[in-house]
């Protein structure tokens, strides 16, 4: 069994993203691996969730524009 991660970010915390955040085919109006969010985008985490599978965090986080994407640790950085 994994053990559950355990966050490093918060809710309502901003933060950036740390590299380009590519689409997993979950925003369907958007192509396939392409860019969703560039590197060092601005955001604010809305929520934090945990992935079911992997046991890892997963962060809603709120670009502005209606855009809120769910991102791994890797793909942001706290300011």
Do not use: W
């Not at 601005?42 to 965090?57: F, S």
């Not at 986080?61 to 855009?67: K, S």
């Amino acid at each position: 069994m994994i053990e559950p991660g355990v966050p490093k970010y918060r809710s309502g915390q901003r933060v950036k993203t740390a590299v380009d955040v590519i689409n997993d085919e979950s925003f369907p109006d958007a192509p396939p691996d392409g860019v969703l969010i560039g590197a060092g985008r601005v955001g604010e985490i809305m929520r934090v969730r945990m992935h079911t599978e992997a046991n890892v965090p997963i962060y809603l986080v709120d670009f502005g524009e209606h855009l809120i994407i769910g991102c791994f640790e890797d793909e942001i950085k706290a300011l």
